[in-house]
């Protein structure tokens, strides 16, 4: 059974940083494609940041370019998102997905709050 666990949100304050993991088990995970996507209230879900399976490829959403990092430890199973320079309008339930070209997984979703 495959399993997906976000870690690292929490209350931040505006200009803050946070780090998000994701931590796989039940598959192989160097074999998929795994991506952060985040849903805040009244909103659809939007694609974050995306890193292919060998960390070869990597693609970030507009809102978040130059202020998210997306990396990946295969050995570990885990996907990280690093997020600076935080933002009130960041604020949403942030998601990891691992997909391939049969299957498509989500975790439970970890809170992020931005806000002073």
């Known amino acids: 059974q495959v399993h997906l666990v976000e870690s690292g949100g929490g209350l931040v304050q505006p200009g803050g940083s946070l780090r998000l993991s994701c931590e796989a088990s039940?598959?192989?995970?160097?074999?998929?494609?795994m991506s952060w996507y985040r849903q805040a209230p009244g909103k659809e879900r939007e694609l974050v940041a995306f890193?292919?399976?060998?960390?070869?490829?990597?693609k970030y959403g507009d809102s978040v370019k130059g202020r998210f990092t997306i990396s990946r430890d295969n050995a570990k199973n885990t996907v990280y998102l690093q997020m600076n320079s935080l933002k009130p309008e960041d604020t949403a339930v942030y998601y990891c997905n691992a997909a391939d070209r049969w299957y498509d997984f989500w975790g439970q979703g970890t809170q992020v709050t931005v806000s002073s």
């Open positions: 890193i292919y399976r060998n960390g070869g490829s990597i």
């Open positions: 039940g598959l192989t995970f160097s074999s998929y494609e």
